[in-house]
């Protein structure tokens, strides 16, 4: 087909919102014209800067929409640890210490969710997850050690 019957918007088009395989070659095959005719047109229109226009556009709005999802899957978590915590805290006022361990466990585990919603890769030291149960049992005045628990 004739250059000049070609669309060249069509082809422009194409080559902006294409992949690294789109060259001038490979349009100028795909339209039967010469290769020197498809980058004229390229040149003269700025292509090359379109394209590099384009594909920064698609990756802004690519990653603004992975940043709000994660940013939605981290609220969804630290709602989750919020309620694991509240059910934990409420089996420590329950003062039954036959289900203290079980609350620890519960309050230790909210802790781990809401550490990982907000991105905090290191977790208690071991020192202060051993001195949880030796905590809970001053704020809740209960001065007997369970099996296993430091005094």
């Known amino acids: ?11 422009k088009a194409e080559y902006i ?19 020197c005719t498809v980058s004229k047109h390229a040149m003269s229109e700025r292509w090359d800067d379109a394209r590099k226009q384009y594909r920064n556009t698609v990756a802004t709005k690519t990653l603004n929409i992975v940043s709000t999802t994660e940013a939605e899957l981290r609220a969804k978590q630290l709602r989750v640890a919020d309620v694991l915590l509240a059910k934990g805290l409420e089996a420590l006022k329950q003062r039954n210490p036959s289900t203290y361990a079980e609350a620890i466990r519960t309050i230790e585990m909210a ?32 001065p007997h050690p369970r099996r296993g628990e430091d005094e």
């Open 111 to 142: 802790m781990e969710q809401a550490r990982k919603a907000l991105g905090i890769t290191e977790g208690p030291s071991s020192a202060a997850a051993a001195t949880t149960p030796a905590m809970i049992r001053v704020v809740f005045d209960d």
């Open 17 to 35: 919102s294409g992949d690294d395989s789109v060259t001038h070659q490979a349009l100028a095959n795909k339209y039967k014209c010469n290769r």
């Open 1 to 11: 087909m004739p250059a000049s019957k070609l669309n060249w918007e069509a082809i």
